[in-house]
């Protein structure tokens, strides 16, 4: 196969724990484009999966930018220090020598640095660490750049935090030089949109591809209800004590509760102690480790309910569409959404696949459940809604063409 023009794509994350820069890597490479990643070392648990990736598409050129944690310790150490010192440089002179963004990215200079070295047709960044790369480098080679908003970067943390000042001053110096934006949701648009209004924005849903859709939705019994989560860490606040709560207002053999991603000894005690706490079996909650992102569906598809059960604890969380919503689309489940802005949004547009029910309320998630348990026909008629919702509407296969036509507008 022939290849067309050169596009380098950065993150700062690993390309396995960042599915929406790999979907549209691997998009380019299979729309003919010779494709570059650099990315960075930060996260073990996707060790394994990159190099299985690395060996799927060899053709793909993958440049790491950075050092790992635990088989480079002294590289790692070195990142560490520096970007404590630029915290200091930070809070004593400001913005000065990117030391913003350097405070806030371990591996921004070596991201910029990498980038600098090859020359394409066009940059896309992924993640704050990248903005800094993909400026320099498509300035050095007078091409255009996209950056991609998959989070509402400004609206981590809280307003009067350091990082928070940080995130303000790095934006306001890159974003004015980026040609094109992307985002994951209508909400992150508006939101940036009203700040940088005279940037080009496309949202692009963070949906995953059609042929990881099962077939057909799986006929359960109803008994236990099954409930499914996945991330790739499993921690607190995240919505899932009320779930567990709220299990424990039904009986032992009612419900069970499958959480899926790299989770610490500390934080599956800490939920083996909730749930026992609350009088709850230990086969009621079950952990699985991490696994390829194409066969979460297929998991999934084995529970009635996937639960989006965002809290709200930030504006980026409020604003953000998770894309646990769009896997269980795929997988065929009824879906129980928290009230967050976006969610709220989704659910007013889609209301037969699921369930809107109050953040932080126990109550209202126990009226959910009790809902679906007592009404077998609607629990069923979601799931298959959720399945041809997935496959008519929210799917990589659509919002790829979309993708490919933002960055050939912005190919010189």
């Given at each position: 196969m022939?290849f067309?023009?050169?596009?380098t794509?950065i993150?700062?994350?690993?390309p396995?724990?960042?599915?929406?820069?790999l979907?549209?890597a691997?998009?380019l490479?299979?729309?003919?484009?010779?494709v570059?990643?650099?990315?960075?070392?930060?996260?073990?648990w996707?060790?394994?999966?990159?190099?299985?990736?690395?060996?799927?598409?060899?053709?793909?050129k993958?440049?790491?930018?950075?050092?790992?944690?635990?088989?480079?310790p002294?590289?790692?150490?070195?990142?560490?220090?520096?970007?404590?010192?630029w915290?200091l440089?930070y809070?004593?002179?400001?913005?000065?020598?990117?030391?913003?963004?350097?405070s806030?990215?371990?591996?921004?200079?070596?991201?910029?640095?990498?980038?600098?070295?090859?020359?394409?047709?066009?940059?896309?960044?992924?993640?704050?660490?990248a903005?800094?790369?993909?400026?320099?480098?498509?300035?050095?080679f007078?091409?255009?750049?996209?950056?991609?908003?998959?989070?509402?970067?400004?609206?981590?943390?809280?307003?009067d935090?350091l990082?928070?000042?940080m995130?303000?001053d790095?934006?306001?110096?890159?974003?004015p030089?980026i040609d094109?934006i992307?985002?994951?949701?209508?909400?992150?648009?508006?939101?940036y949109?009203?700040?940088?209004?005279?940037?080009n924005?496309?949202?692009?849903?963070?949906?995953?591809?059609?042929?990881?859709?099962?077939?057909?939705?799986?006929?359960?019994?109803l008994?236990?209800?099954?409930?499914?989560?996945?991330?790739?860490?499993?921690?607190?606040?995240?919505?899932?004590?009320?779930?567990?709560?709220?299990?424990?207002?039904?009986?032992?053999?009612?419900?069970?509760?499958?959480?899926l991603?790299?989770?610490?000894?500390?934080?599956?005690?800490?939920?083996?102690?909730?749930?026992?706490?609350?009088?709850?079996?230990?086969?009621?909650?079950?952990f699985?480790?991490?696994?390829?992102e194409?066969?979460?569906?297929?998991?999934?598809s084995?529970?009635?309910?996937?639960i989006?059960?965002e809290?709200?604890?930030?504006?980026?969380?409020?604003?953000a569409?998770?894309?646990?919503i769009?896997?269980?689309?795929?997988?065929?489940?009824?879906?129980?959404?928290?009230?967050t802005?976006?969610?709220?949004?989704?659910f007013?547009?889609?209301?037969t696949?699921?369930?809107?029910?109050?953040r932080?309320?126990?109550?209202?998630?126990?009226?959910?459940?009790?809902?679906y348990?007592?009404?077998?026909?609607?629990?069923?008629e979601?799931?298959?809604?959720?399945?041809?919702?997935?496959?008519?509407?929210?799917?990589?296969d659509?919002?790829n063409?979309?993708?490919?036509?933002?960055?050939?507008?912005?190919?010189?």
């Open positions: 022939g067309k023009k050169s596009i794509i993150t700062s994350a690993q396995s724990a960042n599915p929406r820069m979907k549209e691997i998009s490479f299979d729309a003919g484009y010779h570059n990643v650099i990315w960075c070392l930060i996260s073990p996707a060790d394994p999966f990159d190099q299985k990736l690395f060996q799927q598409y060899p053709t793909i993958w440049i790491n930018a950075g050092y790992h944690s635990q088989k480079q002294l590289g790692y150490l070195y990142a560490r220090v520096r970007q404590k010192y915290q440089i809070r004593l002179i400001g913005n000065h020598f990117d030391a913003a963004i350097n806030l990215v371990l591996y921004s200079q070596e991201l910029k640095s990498a980038a600098l070295k090859i020359e394409s047709d066009i940059f896309i960044g992924h993640n704050l660490g903005l800094p790369a993909i400026v320099g480098a498509s300035k050095k007078s091409k255009k750049n996209v950056f991609d908003f998959e989070d509402y970067h400004r609206g981590e943390s809280g307003t935090t990082a928070f000042k995130i303000i790095v934006e306001n110096k890159f974003i030089l094109t992307t985002t994951a949701s209508s909400s992150i648009t508006e939101a949109r009203s700040i940088f209004p005279q940037k924005y496309t949202t692009i849903h963070n949906v995953f591809p059609l042929s990881y859709a099962i077939d057909e939705i799986k006929h359960l019994p008994k236990p209800l099954k409930l499914f989560w996945f991330s790739q860490y499993i921690g607190k606040k995240r919505g899932l004590e009320n779930v567990i709560q709220a299990m424990a207002t039904f009986g032992q053999d009612d419900i069970q509760f499958t959480l991603g790299s989770c610490s000894n500390d934080i599956k005690n800490y939920f083996s102690s909730l749930a026992d706490s609350l009088g709850l079996s230990k086969n009621q909650i079950i699985i480790e991490p696994i390829h194409s066969k979460i569906a297929q998991i999934a084995e529970h009635h309910i996937g989006a059960s809290p709200g604890r930030d504006l980026n969380n409020e604003l569409l998770s894309n646990k769009m896997m269980y689309l795929l997988a065929g489940n009824a879906i129980l959404l928290s009230n802005k976006m969610q709220s949004e989704f007013q547009e889609n209301t696949v699921g369930y809107l029910y109050e932080d309320s126990c109550i209202a998630l126990k009226g959910a459940l009790n809902f348990m007592n009404n077998l026909h609607i629990l069923t979601h799931r298959s809604n959720s399945l041809s919702l997935a496959k008519s509407k929210y799917n990589w659509l919002e063409d979309i993708f490919l036509k933002v960055v050939g507008k912005n190919i010189n």
